[in-house]
C-alpha cells in the first residue's frame, strides 16, 4: 500500500526565474560588444551624450550578466534602475540599419540548424555532446549528494530517443531507508499535476486531425468558440458578449480571462490562512477540491461569476480553464467517435496507448501499479484522486520515461506521432510575449529566451506541475531537437519544511542542464554542417563557393558560365529604383527549407522572410533556391536558372 501524509500548503512558482539559457562565456561575449557599441554611438553623440550613454552601457551590461549568468542571483539596485532609465535617447525602435552601423552581432537573424539535420545520428557522437553529457553527470552527482528527495531526470534527442538519464532517492520517502530501500528508477512514477495541461492540448489536436481526417463538420481547431462545443456554458449577463469570444486556445493558452480555480478556495478572510499550519487542523490546500466535483457544478459556478480579465488581454493561469477545455474535447470527441468516455478513458485511448506510456494515468491509482509510486515524506495528495472535471487541468502520474516518449515521439521526431508536423509547429510557438523580453505563453508553454553562442535567440517551452511535495518540469528546445524532464518528490518532513529545508526545484535543476546541453549541441550541428556543405564546388565553366562563418552557412560566391549570380539578383532589386547598396556582395545565407538538401538564400543583415523567391524560372524554381545533394557519393551542388551543376572538391 502507498503511504501519505495528508497535505501541504502549495506555495506558487514565479513564472520567471533569476536566469537565462546563456552561459558565462557568452555573458563575457555580451559585455564586450556592448562596449563595442558604446564606441560607436559616441561618434555620434555629444559629449554630455556620451557621457550619458556611458552609465547607460554599464547598467545594460550589469543587466545582462544578471540576467545571463545562472549564478548570480543579487537584486537590482534601484540607483542601477534610475540610471539605466534615465539614458534614454529616444532611439525606441532600433533597426537593422543601426545594427549594420555598430556591428553589433545580435542584429543578425541567425537561422537554426536545417531541420533534416535534427535526426543525423552524428549529432549525438559528437566529442561535445559526449563531454557535455559526462560532465552534466558529474554535477547532478555533486549537487544530490546529500539531498533526501527523489529526483528522476530524462534528456531525450530527436535522433536517438532518451540520450541520458538520472535517478537519485527512494520510492518511499516516508519510510525508512531498511524498510523500504527501493531506488527510484525511470518506471517510478510521480504525480506530474499541471504538465496534465500538456495532454490537454494533445487531445484537442489529435481530435482536429481525425475530424479532418474523416471530413468530419464541424472542425475543431485551437480557433474554435468554445461555446459552439459547450453551448450549456453560461456566464453573468453583463459577460456574456465577452465569453462569447472565447476560443479554445484561449483556454489553452490562459488567455480566457477566467479566474484561476473558481470557488474551490472560499474565505471568510485573510485570516483564515494558517500558519504555520497547526497539527490536526486542515490547511489552506485542504480546502480545494471539495467544491465543482461535477461538470454540473463547475458550469454552476462559472455562470454566477465574472470573468476577471477581458478575453484575450493577457494571460491569467487558469485551472478552471482546462478544466472547460477537458470537458469540451470530450463533448466534440462523443459526436465524433459516437461514444462517450471519461477524459482519463480518452486520453488513454488517444495519446497513452499509441505513445506506449503504459505508466501514466489519470485517476485512482491502478492496482498493478502501486509498487511504482513514489511517496514523499511530507504532506501530499499522492492518494487523492481529483474530481474528473479536473484531470484535464492536474490529475495526471506519469514517469521520466513516458514523459520521454511524449518528448521524443510527438515534440521532437522529424516525423511526429499523432499530430502533423504542421500542427506541432503551430503548437510549440509563443502566442504571448511578456515586457521582460525573456518570458512568453504559449499553449500552454511558459517559455524562456535562450541565447545561443553565435547570438541567436530562441525560446525553450517549458511545462511545470506543482502539487504538495512533488515538483516537475518538462521543457523542449525544438529548434535543437532536445528535450528535458525533471520529476521530484519531497524528502524532508513537514517539520523540516515549516523550519526552512530546501525543497526540490526542478526548475532551476531544468536550467542547468539546458545551460550545459545546448551549447554542446550547437557545436555538434554546425560542426556537421561545415563538414557535409562548406567548401568549393566547381564545374567545366562554373565555381560556387560556401563557407561557414559568423553561425551562417554563407554561400560566398556563385559563378556560372561566366554570369556572378549574387551580383544579378543584386541588379535584380536595383531595378526598382537604381543601383543600391549591394545587398549580397557578402554573400548569401544558406537557410534550411526543412526538405533535405533544398536551402533559401537570404541577405546577410535580413530575417528568412527576406528572401527573394519573388522571380522564379518558368519551371518555378525560385532566384534564391540552392540544392545541395549527394551524387555518386560527392556533395553536389544544384541551381536551376543557370543549369548549374558543380560538385565540391
Known sequence: MVKTKGYQKMESRPLLDEKSVVGEEMAMMIEMEG????????????????????????????????????????????????????????????????????????WKC??????FLLDDPRVMQHPAIKFALAQLGVTLKADTFSIKDAISISIVHSSKGKIYEFHKGRKRLNESAYASPAPVDGDSIYRIASISKVF?????LVLSREAQKKKFAPALTLESRLQD???????PPEFEDEAAEITLGQLGSHRAGIGRDMGEAILNSTADIIWPPVPGQETFIEKFFTHNT????????????DLIWQVGQ??????TGFSLLGLATGKYREKLKGKSKSWASAIKEDILDPLEMDHTFAGPIPHDLRKDIVTPNSRNMVDLSLPAVHDAAGGIFSTSNDLAKLLHKVLLSRNPSLISNSQRLNWLRSIHFNTDAITSVGIPWESFRATMPDYAAYNVYFKGGGLPAQYSEMSSFPEFGYGVTVLTSVGST?????????????????MKIHNTIAPAIWKAYTSIVTDDYAGTYTSSDGRARIVFENGFLTLKELNLHGVDVLLKIDQLIWRAGGPQISIFKSGAGLIGTGFPGRFRGAPLFSCVWGGFDMATTKSGWGLDLIVLKKVNGRMTLFYEPMRGELVRQ
Open 35 to 106: 562596449r563595442r557599441k558604446m564606441k560607436c554611438r559616441a561618434i555620434k553623440k555629444s559629449l554630455l551624450n556620451v557621457y550619458w550613454t556611458a552609465i547607460g552601457f554599464a547598467a545594460g551590461i550589469i543587466l545582462t550578466v544578471y540576467i545571463s549568468k545562472g549564478s548570480l542571483t543579487f537584486p537590482i539596485p534601484t540607483w542601477l534602475r534610475k540610471q539605466a532609465s534615465d539614458t534614454y535617447d529616444g532611439s525606441t525602435i532600433l533597426t537593422a540599419e543601426d545594427g549594420l552601423s555598430m556591428t553589433f552581432p545580435q
Open 314 to 319: 493577457t494571460p491569467s493561469y487558469s485551472n
Open 110 to 115: 541567425v537561422p537554426p540548424p536545417p531541420p
Open 294 to 305: 461535477s461538470s454540473e457544478q463547475l458550469l454552476g459556478t462559472i455562470s454566477e461569476n
Open 229 to 235: 462545443f459547450l453551448p450549456e456554458l453560461k456566464f
Open 494 to 510: 513537514d517539520q523540516e519544511l515549516i523550519k526552512g529545508a530546501a525543497k526540490p526545484d526542478p526548475f532551476a535543476i531544468s
Open 200 to 204: 490537454a492540448v494533445l487531445e484537442a
